[in-house]
């Protein structure tokens, strides 16, 4: 399928970069400079790796002194790419494949932009169903998981529907007899 956008259309082309011997707290301030979720890393001016957020986050949690870290011992280097002149369908089946929410793009291992799926969306919400597709929402099963479990003994039960008191949509529970929402589940207590 094509949907006719090229990547170099649409990708954004203000990368922010960084050198392997950078330390993970230059590259967090980058990050929080440019308002930006990851940071290339490059040398002779070569795509070498990226550093995540994530990455950043997990070197706090495991590393003692981050004076010490370098981009070069958190960063990933095994990196999906994708050139300009690629259609942004195919981009987003990349991203998806890869459960990835950005793609470096490069010309002969240069980067020239990244392209993320919110860069897609906003240019081609249609393919929002594409971009979701495999995507785990664990924060409803969740809440679900937790509202059974607080309700154990109580004789309540979670469902999705629509609010018999207030007629919003939403998760309902079963209180005397009604299926209603949090909302109105708080007004009879």
Known sequence: MQIGIKVGDIMTRDVVSI????TVTECARSMFKKDVGLVIVKEDDKLKGVVTEKDIIWALTKKNDLS?????????RKITTI??????????????????RWLPVTVKQNVIGILTIKDILRIEPSLF??????????????????????????NIEVLEGVCEECGNYGL????????ICDNCSTKLD
């Open 19 to 22: 050198k392997p011997t950078s």
């Open 68 to 76: 010490r870290v370098k981009a070069k011992d958190i960063m990933l």
């Open 83 to 100: 050139k300009p002149s690629r259609d942004i369908y195919e981009a987003l089946i990349r991203m998806k494949n890869g459960k990835l």
């Open 129 to 154: 169903e594409i971009a979701v597709g495999n995507m785990n929402i664990k924060e409803e099963t969740e809440k679900i998981r937790r509202r059974n479990s607080a309700s154990r003994g109580k």
């Open 172 to 179: 309902l529970s079963n209180a005397e007899n009604m299926l």
